[in-house]
């Protein structure tokens, strides 16, 4: 399994550092780089099976650990997916807007007088203002759903961590009646503490009055 683990973690080490050429790729090639990065990235979440598979076999006293891990792993290529998915949702606005405006410009205009000519400087000044509009709303889009994708992905793996960690409580056969007793055990130990120190501060006072 840890042959396997550190396998995954560096291929998704590589995933993470070919993201940054998404954005300085020519466009001739950005198609090929995505689908290479989607080929490693569902070949990622088919080893990440196989880790699950291998770290419910593990000895119980490591089984906890290594499902944590397989976790941590799983989280880490939830992101690069998300990151991916958000880019290409950028790169597909991109190219309809810039063949909006090739349409545009490429359109010929034919008017029979002055009064119905269209002007052409206010029509590409509007249609460049809602492109501009259409632009921030979809990046927009994009970090909010890039937000919320991550916030979900972090619930469900506190969830899991908690479960598993209620599992681990019940393993070593803590009761709740026991946890409760350990609390109240540790409020008891507080008060004393607080008590011997008041004691000892007052001894060193009455001490100093009268010794020195």
Do not use: W
């Not at 396997?4 to 998704?12: A, D, S, V």
């Not at 409020?187 to 009455?206: E, S």
């Amino acid at each position: 399994m840890e042959m396997l683990y550190h396998q995954t973690n560096k291929q998704i080490q590589e995933v993470q550092s070919q993201m940054g050429r998404l954005e300085t790729t020519d466009r001739q090639s950005v198609h090929l780089l995505e689908n290479e990065l989607q080929a490693r990235i569902d070949q990622i979440f088919n080893q990440l099976e196989r880790l699950e598979i291998l770290a419910s076999k593990e000895p119980p006293n490591r089984r906890q650990n290594a499902k944590l891990r397989v976790d941590q792993l799983k989280y880490d290529v939830q992101h690069l997916q998300t990151a991916l998915r958000n880019f290409q949702h950028r790169r597909y606005a991109r190219e309809a807007q810039e063949r909006e405006r090739e349409d545009l410009l490429s359109r010929s205009f034919t008017t029979n007088d002055a009064d119905t000519s269209i002007p052409i400087d206010e029509t590409l000044q509007f249609s460049s203002s809602l492109q501009n509009a259409h632009r921030g709303m979809d990046d927009l889009l994009g970090s909010g759903s890039s937000i919320l994708n991550g916030l979900r992905d972090q619930r469900s793996t506190l969830k899991g961590t908690h479960k598993k960690m209620l599992d681990v409580a019940n393993m070593l056969g803590l009761s709740n009646t026991v946890m409760r007793l350990i609390e109240k055990r540790a409020t008891q130990d507080k008060f004393i503490m607080m008590a011997g120190m008041l004691a000892t501060c007052f001894v060193m006072f009455l001490a100093v009055k009268y010794l020195s």
